[in-house]
Structure formats: C-alpha cells, structure tokens
C-alpha cells in the first residue's frame, strides 16, 4: 500500500496568500484526520471526517482555515490568507472505519512557511 | 478532554544502553498508540495497544488500562532509535489526543 499522500511536502509563501494541502488517504479507509505539529502546541487535531463528512472541526482555529473531502479519496486544507502564525507542519492521517480502536496511519507531513 | 502526561521529557543515551518511556492518561481510553516521529519528521506507528503487552523486535509495550498507563521499553538502542516517541489515546469522543513526547538521543 502507498499509504497517506500528501502534497506539497513544503511549501514557503508570504503572508496574505493562499496555501491549499492536499491528501490522499491510504485506500479503503474511512476516515481522514488532519493535524497540525508546532513547538509551542505540540501535535493538534485540528478536522476529521468520516465516510467524507466532516465530524468534528473543533480544533480548526478560526475562519481563515477551511477543510474538504470531495470524495473518498481526496481531501484538501486551505489557509486563506496565510498568516506567519500558520506556520506548522500539517499532518494528514487515515484510518480503517470511524469506530474505537482502529489504527491511525500518517502521511510524511506538509511544512508550511509563511513569510 | 482527556489529559496525556509522557515522562521523562528528554532523555540521552549510550548505543547498547536500555530505556522505559512511560505515558500517564486520566481516563479511559479505546485506543492507545506509540508513535516514533524521527528526524525527518516522519511519524511511525509503532504499536497500537489499548492493553496488554506487545513485543517487535528491540521494543516492546505495555499497556495497563485499569491503572491508565503505558510504558514504552527500548532495549540496546542504537542511533536510529533517535527522535520523538509519541503516546497517543483515544478517548469515548474518538479523538486522538497526543502527549508531549520524549525526546530520545541515542549517542555512539
């Protein structure tokens, strides 16, 4: 299996602009996470869908971040504007069926910088 | 939410020497991970454990629910056991939540 596609790996863009990750999660699973890694916040759930639903979007922070999951196999995160304070590592995970108890399988991250 | 504690923060070691990791959480959990995140960022599941013991190779887990902890033995470390471990659990609301980590530096 491929596993947990993301893209772009990195990415530097000034401040204003806007910044769209992509992710393909591993194949027959379900559920799609994206997480975000910074120094201060540790590693941050920030959206997750289920069967391309989203069920808890608790942890985005605040409007300029919007996630979607057109279909099974695609979803995107989009920052817009960007801000400096984004800057992370944005991290994209999938599991097998949205029930306790499954393995969280992670894609090798987007680094994200904004100038 | 449900809180997760890892300890110790930082650790260094000799090539050879043994480690403990431990992950305390303060409520049930359905699902219980140790993640290795290495140098390049990577994030490697390691062992899905909610309970029990497991055993791969130089590291083995174990995980007591009913006390809420899990601990994360490395025996003879070698330099590439460098990086981050990650306890991750999930709690009735099915969210992962991650602890801190432990920084490991495996000397030569």
């Known amino acids: 299996d491929a596993g947990v596609i993301q893209s772009p790996r990195h990415e530097v863009t000034e401040m204003g602009q806007e910044v769209t990750l992509r992710c393909k999660p591993i194949?027959?699973?379900?559920?799609l996470f994206w997480y975000r890694q910074t120094m201060m916040r540790g590693l941050e759930l920030l959206i997750y869908?289920?069967?391309?639903?989203?069920?808890?979007d608790s942890g985005m922070p605040e409007d300029r971040f919007s996630a979607k999951m057109p279909n099974a196999s695609f979803s995107t995160l989009k920052i817009q504007p960007s801000e400096p304070r984004d800057s992370a590592v944005y991290f994209c995970?999938?599991?097998?069926?949205?029930?306790?108890?499954?393995?969280?399988?992670f894609g090798e991250g987007s680094w994200l910088t904004v100038v | 939410g449900i809180q997760v504690e890892q300890s110790p923060p930082d650790l260094i070691l000799q090539e050879g020497a043994n480690s403990t990791l431990r992950c305390n959480f303060s409520?049930?959990?359905?699902?219980l991970q140790w993640f290795h995140q290495n140098p390049w960022g990577q994030l490697i599941n390691l062992f899905y454990?909610?309970?029990g013991t497991k055993q791969n190779g130089r590291l083995s887990a174990t995980t007591v629910a009913t006390e809420r902890y899990s601990l994360l033995y490395i025996s003879s470390s070698q330099t590439t056991d460098s990086g981050v471990y990650f306890c991750?659990?999930?709690?009735?609301?099915?969210?992962?939540?991650f602890g801190k980590g432990t920084l490991l530096t495996v000397n030569p």
């Open positions: 995970a999938s599991s097998l069926r949205w029930r306790p108890g499954n393995t969280i399988y």
């Open positions: 194949s027959g699973h379900n559920s």
């Open positions: 869908f289920n069967n391309n639903v989203p069920i808890d």
């Open positions: 409520d049930s959990v359905n699902n």
């Open positions: 454990i909610p309970s």
């Open positions: 991750a659990v999930e709690g009735s609301n099915y969210k992962l939540t």
